[in-house]
T-cell receptor, first 113, second 114 residues
């Protein structure tokens, strides 16, 4: 079985400040981890993924995430948030031997000007 | 390249009816997945197809079914609609046979069951 937890329903930051969106996972094998963002009335947009290799993954729009196997975490980060980063963020996990993608509940990010 | 397209974008149906939703993947993508998104349950996996074969299925009743055509286009069908089927249905496509590829999502079909 696999599951993803996003412990914060909402994250509020000021523009220009660092942004962190937390994600922890629980799997019984090797995880493939993904981050997606959803803007109102839109589908999900892919940001980045961890499959193997370097634990620090860089993605679209200045986002990055760090895979931490010992803490089973895959937190999303951005050094300097923009108002346009305000959206709903989803962490997702897939097992290496499966095709099913399991999503967390989502974290709403609000960046204030 | 054009993105994933889903038709129709909005749909209103009556309880007991059936509905068919359509998804056209990105050109060259052969894997198509379907998800249901609701405020209460979040994003839930319905099923995934590759080369017309269903490779995985989520925990949904048999009223939910799907298929994929030889051109990779996919449809999902919900029979005997219930009020709880009201949701945003998202289709996603990815390139290749393996599961390391990221999925690209369409804008979704908003289904309202009255």
């Amino acid at each position: 079985a696999q599951s993803v937890a996003q412990p914060e329903d909402q994250v509020n930051v000021a523009e220009g400040n660092p942004l962190t969106v937390k994600c922890t996972y629980s799997v019984s094998g090797n995880p493939y981890l993904f981050w997606y963002v959803q803007y109102p009335n839109r589908g999900l947009q892919f940001l980045l993924k961890y499959i193997t290799g370097d634990n620090l993954v860089k993605g679209s729009y200045g986002f990055e995430a760090e895979f931490n196997k010992s803490q089973t975490s895959f937190h999303l980060k951005k050094p300097s948030a923009l108002v346009s980063d305000s959206a709903l963020y989803f962490c997702a996990v897939r097992l290496s031997n499966d095709y099913k993608l399991s999503f967390g509940a989502g974290t709403t990010v609000t960046v204030r000007a | 390249k054009a993105g994933v397209t889903q038709t129709p974008r909005y749909l209103i149906k009556t309880r007991g009816q059936q509905v068919t939703l359509s998804c056209s993947p990105i050109s060259g993508h052969r894997s198509v997945s379907w998800y249901q998104q609701t405020p209460g349950q979040g994003l839930q996996f319905l099923f995934e197809y590759f080369s017309e074969t269903q490779r995985n299925k989520g925990n949904f009743p048999g009223r939910f079914s799907g298929r994929q055509f030889s051109n990779s286009r996919s449809e999902m069908n919900v029979s005997t609609l219930e009020l709880g089927d009201s949701a945003l249905y998202l289709c996603a496509s990815s390139f290749g046979q393996g599961n390391t590829y990221e999925q690209y999502f369409g804008p979704g079909t908003r289904l309202t069951v009255t």
